[in-house]
C-alpha cells in the first residue's frame, strides 16, 4: 500500500475527477431475439450449459472461454451475432477476425495443445449484474445486464444477454427477454444493455440468465471469446444480500464519501489501519482495520465493535476492504429456504470503470459461506484482500497491485451464488449481485489517493509565522498564494513513507522533501507530480519563479503529512487551483489536488482517431444498421 493513501468510497453517483472519453457506443444492437427464433436461442443456450457445467466445475470466476474449434460452439457465436444483427456486410472486420480465431484454434486442437495465454497484461472480465428482483402480483420481476471490459479498453467489445423462463428440470424453457450492444475503442461497460424477465412466483420457476462477449484488440492481434451463466429461483421471497460494511462512520451526516485510510490517520476517515490501541498504524504494520468511533470528536479512534483483523501478513501494496453482510436465500410460500451449496463465482471485486478489467479477492467467498450449509442465511465477515488479478480460462493476467488503480473510481461487486431448498424434493438455485455504485441502498465505490509533505516541512499560517506540518491543527488556516489568501484546514492527515521520496532544489535555496504524487506548482501555475519533475524545469515559489537545480530521491523513514483545506464555500470563492500552500516555500497542492491530478483519464479523443483503422467500415455502418433495423 502507498503511505499516506486514502480510499475513498463514493455513497453518491457523482461523476469521477477525470475526462471520461467520449462515448463509442454505436447505439444498443436489435434484442437477440428480434432475429432469432426462440428454439434456436433454446437449443443453443441449452449446449452451452453443458459446456459451461464441465467447464465451471471447481472454477474460480463465472465466464469460460468460448472453443472456437467445437462447431456448436461456434454456431453459438455467429448465431447470437446474426440475431443481434451483425453480418459480414455491416460488420466485415468482426467476421474476418472471428474465422482467423477459429482457425487459430482449430490449429491448436489439431496439434493437441492450449491457446497461449493473453499477452500484454490483457486481462478481461465477464460477468453477469442479476439483481435481488421485486415480487409485483404474481410475479418477480429482475433486472440485469452483463459487465464486459479489459483492461485499457479493446478496439472492439460485443456483449449480449438473453432471459429465460424454466422450470426447474430446464425441460420447460422460453425467451422472455434479451438485448445486446457493441462498443468501439473503449469496452469499459454495458449498463444499458439490460433485461427484466418477469418471472411466475410459487411456481417451479426460475429465472436463467445467459451472455456472450467477443472482446477483440487489434493492436496485438489477441481476441477474448466468453459466455456466462446465471440463474435463480422465483420464490416468494427472492435471495437478497443486505450490506453493513463498508458504510459511513456517522450516518446521515451528509457526508458524499466514505474512506478508508490504510497509511495514514485522519479525522475524515471512516475506516483507518490500526494497531493493537485502535489508534491508526501512522506506516508501522497495522494488526487490523476499523471503523472510526464518532463518539470521539478530537482525535482519529477507532471502534472495537467494528473492527477488521488480519487473518494473514499484512502487504502494503495490496488493497484492503472491510466487508460485512447477510445473504438470506429467501422463503417460498411461508416455507424458508436453506442454503445447501455454494456455487463458483461467489466473490467480491473491484470493477475499473475508466480503466476497465476488475480485480478480484485474494480468496473467494466459498470458505465465508460454507458454515451456513443447512440455515437460511449467511453472515459474512473478512477483511477482503482485493488485488488477485483477472484471468478468465488463459485470456490474460491483469496486474492489480495498488499502484495500479490509485485515483480511479472503483465500484465494489459482490456476487452470492449457492443451491437452496425451500422445502421440496429438488435444490434450486439462488443467485444475486450487488454493485455498490448503482444499488440505490448504498451507492459505493473505492477509490486511491496518496500524497504527503516530510515531517519538518514548513507551511506558512493566516497571522504570517510559519510552523512545521507537524504543529499545524484543524479550523487554521494557511497561505495559499503570493496574495496572501487563506483556506482553512479541514483535516490533517500523517502517516509513514516506504518509497523513496522526492527532494527537490532550486535556484533561490529552497529545498522540500515529498512524496512520488504530491502536486508542485509550475510556473504556469498547472499542478505536476513530484515524481515527475527534472533539473531546469521552473516552479512557483513564495518569491517568485525558480529553477529546479536538483531533483533526487531518498529512503524516508519518518513521518509524513498533508491537509485537506477549504470549506465548499471557501473553495467555491477561490476556484480552480486554489487549494495549495507553500511548503518549504515550493507552492504545492493539497490532498484533493493531488486526486485530481493523478487520477487515470480516459482517452476523449473522437472514436475514430482512437479506433484502427481496420475496424472504422465497422463503425460506420453500425449507426445505420442500428436506425434502420432496431
Keep these: 500500500m502507498k503511505p499516506c493513501s486514502r480510499f475513498s468510497v463514493p455513497v453518491t453517483a457523482a461523476l ?29 443456450s441449452q449446449y452451452m450449459r453443458r459446456v459451461f457445467e464441465e467447464k465451471s466445475r471447481g472454477a474460480g470466476g463465472e465466464s469460460i472461454a468460448i472453443d472456437l ?12 451475432l446474426r440475431g443481434s444483427g451483425k453480418t459480414v456486410a455491416n460488420a466485415p472486420r468482426l467476421f474476418e477476425r472471428l474465422a482467423l480465431a477459429q482457425r487459430k484454434a482449430l490449429a491448436h486442437k489439431a496439434a493437441g495443445t492450449q491457446a497461449a495465454p493473453l499477452a500484454n497484461n490483457w486481462g478481461c472480465d465477464h460477468f453477469l449484474n442479476l439483481t435481488r428482483g421485486v415480487t409485483s402480483g404474481m410475479v418477480r420481476v429482475y433486472e440485469s445486464n452483463p459487465w464486459a471490459a479489459c483492461l485499457n479498453g479493446a478496439s472492439y467489445v460485443y456483449t449480449d444477454i438473453v432471459a429465460f423462463n424454466a422450470n426447474n428440470a430446464e425441460t420447460q424453457t422460453t425467451v422472455v427477454d434479451s438485448a445486446s450492444g457493441e462498443e468501439y475503442a473503449a469496452g469499459q461497460s454495458f449498463d444499458d444493455v439490460i433485461v427484466r424477465p418477469a418471472i411466475p412466483v410459487n411456481q417451479d420457476r ?14 496485438t492481434g489477441e481476441e477474448v471469446v466468453t459466455f456466462v451463466r446465471g440463474q435463480s429461483s422465483t420464490t416468494t421471497g427472492g435471495a437478497d444480500l443486505a450490506l453493513e460494511h463498508p458504510r459511513l462512520s456517522v450516518p446521515g451526516s451528509g457526508k458524499l464519501n466514505t474512506e478508508l485510510c490504510q497509511m495514514r490517520g485522519g479525522i475524515d476517515c471512516d475506516y483507518a489501519a490500526v494497531g493493537a490501541t485502535l489508534a ?13 468511533n464518532p463518539a470521539v470528536t478530537a482525535s482519529w479512534v477507532g471502534d472495537a465493535a467494528n473492527n477488521f483483523p488480519l487473518t494473514r501478513a499484512w502487504d502494503w501494496s495490496h488493497v484492503y476492504v472491510p466487508t460485512k453482510f447477510t445473504f438470506n436465500a429467501g422463503t417460498k410460500n411461508g416455507i424458508a429456504c436453506v442454503i445447501k451449496e455454494i456455487l463458483p463465482g461467489s466473490k467480491v471485486r473491484l470493477v475499473k470503470p475508466i480503466t476497465g478489467g476488475t480485480c478480484m479477492s485474494q480468496a473467494d467467498l466459498t470458505p465465508f459461506l460454507a458454515g ?8 459474512v465477515t473478512l477483511l477482503a484482500d482485493l488485488t488477485r488479478e483477472t484471468s478468465i480460462a488463459g485470456t490474460g493476467v491483469e496486474n492489480c497491485a495498488m499502484q495500479t488503480i490509485i485515483n480511479q473510481p472503483v465500484e465494489y461487486v459482490i456476487t452470492v451464488s449457492t443451491k437452496v431448498n425451500c422445502g421440496t424434493t429438488a435444490n434450486t438455485p439462488a443467485s444475486v449481485t450487488v454493485r455498490m455504485l448503482s444499488d440505490s441502498r448504498y451507492r459505493y465505490g473505492v477509490q486511491v489517493w496518496n500524497s504527503c509533505m516530510a515531517e519538518g516541512t514548513q507551511v506558512v499560517l493566516a497571522d504570517g509565522s510559519v510552523v512545521p506540518v507537524e504543529s499545524v491543527k484543524r479550523g487554521q488556516r494557511i497561505v495559499t498564494n503570493a496574495k496572501g489568501d487563506t483556506l482553512t484546514v479541514r483535516d490533517v492527515q500523517v502517516g509513514g513513507e516506504r518509497d523513496a521520496m522526492v527532494n527537490l532544489r532550486d535556484d533561490k535555496g529552497h529545498a522540500v522533501s515529498l512524496t512520488d504524487k504530491h502536486p508542485v506548482i509550475m510556473a504556469d501555475g ?15 515559489t513564495r518569491e517568485g519563479v525558480a529553477t529546479l537545480t536538483s531533483v533526487t530521491r531518498e529512503k524516508y523513514a519518518g513521518k509524513v503529512y498533508n491537509f485537506s483545506l477549504g470549506t465548499t464555500e471557501e473553495l467555491a470563492r477561490a476556484g480552480k487551483h486554489a487549494n495549495t500552500m507553500f511548503a518549504n516555500g515550493f507552492r504545492v497542492g493539497d490532498n484533493a489536488m493531488q486526486g485530481e491530478l493523478t487520477a487515470p483519464v480516459a482517452d476523449s479523443r473522437e472514436t475514430l482517431e482512437r479506433l484502427p483503422a481496420s475496424w472504422h467500415k465497422d463503425y ?7 436506425a434502420g433495423q432496431r
Design 372 to 379: 451456513s450449509i443447512n440455515s437460511q442465511t449467511a453472515n
Design 16 to 44: 469521477p475527477l477525470v475526462a471520461l472519453a467520449t462515448s463509442a457506443w454505436a447505439g444498443p444492437l436489435r434484442s437477440p431475439d428480434r432475429g432469432l427464433d426462440g428454439a434456436t436461442l433454446v437449443e443453443d
Design 620 to 626: 460506420a455502418l453500425a449507426p445505420a444498421f442500428v
Design 526 to 540: 498547472k499542478p505536476l507530480a513530484a515524481g515527475k519533475l527534472k533539473v531546469a524545469d521552473k516552479v512557483s
Design 280 to 292: 491508526p498504524s501512522g506506516g508501522n504494520t497495522p494488526t487490523s482495520i476499523a471503523l472510526r
Design 69 to 80: 474449434a467445437d462447431p456448436a460452439q461456434y454456431r453459438f457465436v455467429m448465431n447470437r
Design 206 to 219: 426460475q429465472v436463467i440468465l445467459d451472455s456472450m462477449m467477443i472482446a477483440m484488440n487489434e493492436n
